[in-house]
T-cell receptor, first 111, second 114 residues
Framework: EDQVTQSPEALRLQEGESSSLNCSYT??????LFWYRQDPGKGPEFLFT???AGEEKEKERLKATLTKKESFLHITAPKPEDSATYLC????????????FGTGTRLTVIP | GAVVSQHPSRVICKSGTSVKIECRSL??????MFWYRQFPKKSLMLMAT?????????EQGVEKDKFLINHASLTLSTLTVTSAHPEDSSFYIC??????????FGPGTRLTVT
C-alpha cells in the first residue's frame, strides 16, 4: 500500500534560517513525486514534480531532491511569505495513477 | 501555469438541502478531474475520479448517491452534495489533470452545513 510520511509536522524558522522538509514514501513503482504549497483556506499550488532518484529541481528559494526512499524540500534563506503548508504526494503505476498525499509540514517563517 | 477555478468559494446551507460545486479548467482541457475532501490540519483525501462522459469512480467509503459527480465536458465537473448534513461540512477541492499528466488544483470550496 502506498504511504507518504512527512516530517516535521510543523517547523518554525527565523527569516534567513535555511532548513529542509522531509517526505518519506513507499510506493509500488514510482511514477512521480510531487510537492505542493498550500496556504490557509486555499487549494494546493503546484511546485515540483520529480520522477527518478537523483533528480533535483529548483525554484527561487526552494530546491527539491529525490532518492529511492525519500524527498527533501530545501528552503534557503526563507522569507515570511514562504510560510505555508508544504504537501508531498506520490503517484504510482497502480490503479488510476492517483496522487497519494502526506499530511504536510506547516512552515512558519518569523521576521 | 494552468488555472483551475471553483465556484462557489464558500457556501452555507441548511441540513437536508443539496449543494452544487463547480470545477472548471480555464486554460486547458482536462483528461481527468478529481474531487478531494480536506479536514482541518489534515491531508487531502481523494473522494472520486471522473473522466468526461463517463461515470465517476468513487473511493472506498464515499457514498456515490450522496456525492453526485457530473463531468459534462473536458473543462467542467460538478460535485453535488445531496441532503447535506453537518458532518458533510468540510473543505472540498477539485483537481484537473492535463494531457501531459500534470495535475492542478482549484482554490477549494468551504462548505458549512447548519
Amino acid at each position: 500500500e502506498d504511504q507518504v510520511t512527512q516530517s516535521p509536522e510543523a517547523l518554525r524558522l527565523q527569516e534567513g534560517e535555511s532548513s529542509s522538509l522531509n517526505c518519506s514514501y513507499t510506493v509500488s513503482g514510482l511514477r512521480g513525486l510531487f510537492w505542493y504549497r498550500q496556504d490557509p483556506g486555499k487549494g494546493p499550488e503546484f511546485l515540483f514534480t520529480l520522477y527518478s532518484a537523483g533528480e533535483e529541481k529548483e525554484k527561487e528559494r526552494l530546491k527539491a531532491t529525490l532518492t529511492k526512499k525519500e524527498s527533501f524540500l530545501h528552503i534557503t534563506a526563507p522569507k515570511p511569505e514562504d510560510s505555508a503548508t508544504y504537501l508531498c504526494a506520490v503517484q504510482g503505476y497502480t490503479g488510476a495513477n492517483n496522487l497519494f498525499f502526506g499530511t504536510g509540514t506547516r512552515l512558519t517563517v518569523i521576521p | 501555469g494552468a488555472v483551475v477555478s471553483q465556484h462557489p468559494s464558500r457556501v452555507i446551507c441548511k441540513s437536508g438541502t443539496s449543494v452544487k460545486i463547480e470545477c472548471r479548467s480555464l486554460d486547458f482541457q482536462a483528461t481527468t478531474m478529481f474531487w478531494y475532501r480536506q479536514f482541518p490540519k489534515k491531508s487531502l483525501m481523494l473522494m472520486a475520479t471522473s473522466n468526461e462522459g463517463s461515470k465517476a469512480t468513487y473511493e472506498q467509503g464515499v457514498e456515490k448517491d450522496k456525492f453526485l459527480i457530473n463531468h459534462a465536458s473536458l473543462t467542467l465537473s460538478t460535485l453535488t452534495v445531496t441532503s447535506a448534513h453537518p458532518e458533510d461540512s468540510s473543505f472540498y477541492i477539485c483537481s484537473a489533470r492535463d494531457f501531459s499528466g500534470e495535475q492542478y488544483f482549484g482554490p477549494g470550496t468551504r462548505l458549512t452545513v447548519t
